[in-house]
């Protein structure tokens, strides 16, 4: 005889480590846990029905948590009927064995089995969200590449040498740029403002530039 746990832990769940510290102080030999991926077909829910063995004792969070609806809720009360499986819900407070939860009435299991349709919709919304929620993500987020992400490098060191207080010309050389144009390039770029030597204020466009202030050689 095993005891044994599971959890629909989806994203959104917050009672996930109540839940964990419940099923261990009693004693479970393994906690079986599913994410928002597997909400709809629940490979590790079909898994262990076919693993439980006459007598064991089965903890879940909720009836809501584990079966999907109504006709499940059914066909699994039927099934630990006939493999003597003990049946605990930790959050709807029962207990097949009438052991735990003594307070809890027939009206309480009534008002659980009424309210299941509703509570199931509810997480397997927030369950599938989240897994659309993420799709979006990863195609609106690509991958960067190794020389972008080498020219986001170069471009802050720039500003960070400049910010620092170093020569232009000391930037320039360290930023590996072939003229040092390219360090004022990124300079306007980033909204620097220029603050030390001839250069000083927003850099201009070259339209508005005199001699004087021609900061691009």
Known sequence: MAKVGYIMAISQYDKLEEDRKWMNEFGCVRIVEENDENERNRPLWKQ???AL?????????????????????????????????????????????????????????????????????????????????????????????????HKLDREKTVINLYVAGH???????????KSRSSVFRILN???????????SGPIKKRAEQTPKQDIEE
């Open 48 to 50: 262990l029905m076919v």
């Open 189 to 199: 770029k980033h909204g620097i403002k220029l603050n030390r030597g001839n250069h």
């Open 167 to 177: 020569p232009i010309d000391d930037i320039w050389r360290a930023s590996g740029f």
């Open 53 to 149: 063995k006459r007598g064991d004792e089965l903890v879940i969070p909720k009836f809501s948590n584990a079966l999907r609806g109504s006709r499940e809720l059914a066909t699994f009360l039927e099934f630990c009927r006939v493999k003597v499986i003990r049946i605990i819900s930790i959050h709807d407070k029962i207990d097949s064995n009438n052991i735990l939860f003594p307070e809890t009435k027939p009206s309480d299991v009534l008002t659980m089995m009424g309210a299941l349709p509703e509570e199931v919709l509810a997480l397997r919304k927030s369950a599938e969200h989240v897994v659309d929620l993420q799709e979006k993500m990863i195609i609106s987020l690509p991958k960067v590449s190794s020389a972008k992400m």
